[in-house]
């Protein structure tokens, strides 16, 4: 059993998130200044400010020191100890006999072996994220407390670390609490999800469920959208907005009476259909070719990353099911149309 | 001048400053971590007292030791009894200047180390089990080591160069309390100028012995490499 009251007050943001959960995956989830980070230091001990009971893993964490509590912390920038090799980091508390061999199996399934005798200043983002999982894990924490622990992982090898992730939680019992703005590393290892805004948790459910619902209202469709480009107004239309992103790519957005030109616009990958060629005679304002460059397997589902063809540096997402990737015949270099409606492209 | 000579005055500059060295490390480094770390009132006056000897004339300095130590104060009449005899005039009081002279920068030092360690990674240690001791041994004091080391090496070749203190508790007594500076000193009043010229670029040697020692130990690859 898990769970956790947090109230604080700090100047121009109070804190009141309350979550309990059973599962063994749950996800924190909400964008950058919604109060993440502070939950998760107030979970580490880190915060004394913050009060409130705190329960994890079936352990009351009140009045003990973070030494005290166990939790494998891997935060966002991995904070590995610079001054130690790669193997001295990840050993660094793995005393026992158990969390040796937590480490070595964490060295093997993260594919560390390469890095061991490196220093950590030689390590790319995503390599110190992975070095940070097998370091926390070694510690043979009550669980694990992973800030945006995929971030950095590149897709390859994200398919790798997920399924490891997933068989700890579920084989090894090592419940995690991952924290991140990024619905894909929810949907990839969340069981349940808490939705953070402005410090109070709004939603609270499945992930898939709450990703759909949230598609009905805007703020939390736009903050889950793994599309995102910085744009500029290149005109008006009947009603919209046409938008041009960095890259080139012209947008036709719903304009709304009173708000101000959009800088930044969000597209949820659910909500962009690909096709074969091009179509006639659709509603859909934004149609436009690209290239498959990946396909990376989410649950049911798969995220296929795509190039423009216009321009190979803007890469957009978009998830489709297993039997679209069959009829579409999709694979890296297959060139195929997006298709975008105005209302599914939300200002930020 | 002999070489025997040289040696002697070589060998009692280095034992001098060596000493303070080694009796204000821990001190300084401990004044360092609290100026960095803790957050209280009387801080910046903590600072400022420490910096003192820094601003204040080396020889106002060696008065008011000298008057600390005098065996008119209960303080000078304690460590008479405790040494055998006043340690006025000896090397030792030659080694208390020095310490105190040299130990602003010893503190400034540490002080910049500590800045400078990343709390995150201090953080992350206490969250993987290790004790606040552990964290500050392990974590804390090798992340903050290029500070101290630049603290205690300046420090070093400050105690090396100090003379209007030291003068003053020690006096200037060849083979007993002549340092390098106050040799050099010496050496110029009597106008036997190349003398002084070979013991000032000794002094240059050994200055820039003990920072490039310190610049090696810190470039140098660690266990992270």
């Known amino acids: 059993m898990n769970r956790f009251d947090l109230k604080a007050s700090y100047p121009g943001f109070t804190l009141s998130a309350t979550a309990s959960w059973e599962v063994s995956c749950a996800a924190l989830f909400g964008a950058s200044g919604a109060g993440k980070s502070s939950i998760v230091e107030a979970l580490i001990g880190l915060r004394p400010e913050v009060q409130g009971p705190v329960r994890l893993a079936g352990v009351s964490m009140d009045g003990l020191a973070p030494s005290e509590r166990r939790l494998g912390w891997v935060p966002q920038e991995a904070a590995l100890f610079e001054h130690l090799s790669v193997r001295d980091n990840i050993f660094f508390t793995a005393a026992s006999e158990a969390g040796r061999r937590a480490a070595t199996e964490a060295i093997e399934?993260?594919?560390?072996?390469?890095?061991?005798?490196?220093?950590?200043?030689?390590?790319?983002?995503?390599?110190?994220?992975?070095?940070?999982?097998?370091?926390?894990?070694?510690?043979?924490?009550?669980?694990?407390?992973?800030?945006?622990?995929?971030?950095?992982?590149?897709?390859?090898?994200?398919?790798?670390?997920?399924?490891?992730?997933?068989?700890?939680?579920?084989?090894?019992?090592?419940?995690?609490?991952?924290?991140?703005?990024?619905?894909?590393?929810?949907?990839?290892?969340?069981?349940?999800?808490?939705?953070?805004?402005?410090?109070?948790?709004?939603?609270?459910?499945?992930?898939?469920?709450?990703?759909?619902?949230?598609?009905?209202?805007?703020?939390?469709?736009?903050?889950?959208?793994?599309?995102?480009?910085?744009?500029?107004?290149?005109?008006?239309?009947?009603?919209?907005?046409?938008?041009?992103?960095?890259?080139?790519?012209?947008?036709?957005?719903?304009?709304?009476?009173?708000?101000?030109?959009?800088?930044?616009?969000?597209?949820?990958?659910?909500?962009?259909?690909?096709?074969?060629?091009?179509?006639?005679?659709?509603?859909?304002?934004?149609?436009?070719?690209?290239?498959?460059?990946?396909?990376?397997?989410?649950?049911?589902?798969?995220?296929?990353?795509?190039?423009?063809?216009?321009?190979?540096?803007?890469?957009?997402?978009?998830?489709?099911?297993?039997?679209?990737?069959?009829?579409?015949?999709?694979?890296?270099?297959?060139?195929?149309?997006?298709?975008?409606?105005?209302?599914?492209?939300?200002?930020? | 001048m002999k070489l025997s000579e040289i040696a002697s005055i070589a060998g009692l500059s280095l034992q001098v400053s060596l000493l303070a060295t080694v009796l204000i490390a821990v001190p300084a480094i401990a004044v360092g971590y609290v100026l960095s770390r803790v957050r209280f009132r009387g801080r910046t006056l903590l600072r400022t007292f420490v910096s003192l000897p820094m601003v204040l004339p080396p020889v106002a300095v060696g008065f008011l030791l000298l008057t600390l130590f005098s065996k008119n104060t209960a303080l000078g009449e304690g460590l008479a009894v405790l040494l055998g005899g006043s340690f006025l005039l000896t090397w030792k009081a030659a080694v208390i200047a020095a310490s105190v002279m040299a130990f602003p920068l010893a503190v400034l030092g540490a002080e910049r180390g500590f800045d400078v360690v990343p709390l995150r990674q201090e953080q992350v240690a206490a969250s993987l089990g290790a004790t606040p001791v552990r964290v500050f041994r392990e974590i804390t004091l090798p992340l903050a080591r290029g500070g101290i080391l630049h603290g205690l090496a300046f420090a070093f070749v400050r105690a090396l160069g100090e003379f209007g203190a030291t003068v003053l508790v020690a006096g200037n007594v060849p083979g007993r309390t002549q340092t390098l500076s106050m040799a050099i000193f010496t050496r110029i009043e009597d106008f036997r100028d190349r003398e002084a010229m070979v013991l000032s670029l000794l002094a240059i040697v050994f200055a820039l012995a003990v920072t490039g020692a310190a610049e090696w130990v810190l470039r140098r690859p660690g266990r992270s490499a």
């Open chain 1, 109 to 348: 399934a993260l594919e560390i072996e390469p890095l061991l005798g490196r220093s950590t200043r030689e390590l790319s983002g995503g390599e110190c994220s992975r070095v940070a999982i097998a370091r926390a894990l070694a510690s043979e924490p009550r669980m694990l407390l992973m800030d945006e622990p995929l971030a950095s992982i590149d897709r390859p090898l994200r398919s790798r670390v997920v399924p490891f992730l997933s068989r700890l939680a579920r084989e090894k019992a090592v419940p995690q609490l991952i924290v991140t703005h990024d619905p894909i590393e929810v949907l990839s290892l969340a069981e349940v999800v808490f939705v953070l805004e402005r410090g109070q948790i709004v939603q609270a459910g499945d992930p898939q469920e709450v990703f759909a619902s949230a598609a009905s209202f805007g703020s939390l469709s736009a903050l889950g959208a793994e599309n995102r480009f910085a744009v500029k107004v290149k005109g008006r239309g009947s009603g919209t907005w046409i938008v041009e992103t960095s890259g080139g790519q012209r947008l036709s957005m719903v304009r709304v009476k009173g708000f101000p030109e959009p800088k930044e616009v969000a597209i949820r990958s659910e909500d962009v259909i690909l096709m074969s060629s091009h179509p006639e005679g659709v509603s859909a304002q934004n149609v436009f070719s690209a290239t498959v460059q990946s396909l990376e397997p989410i649950g049911a589902q798969v995220l296929v990353s795509l190039a423009r063809s216009a321009a190979g540096d803007e890469t957009w997402r978009v998830k489709v099911t297993l039997a679209a990737v069959g009829s579409l015949e999709l694979a890296p270099g297959r060139q195929v149309v997006l298709l975008i409606k105005a209302h599914s492209v939300h200002a930020m």
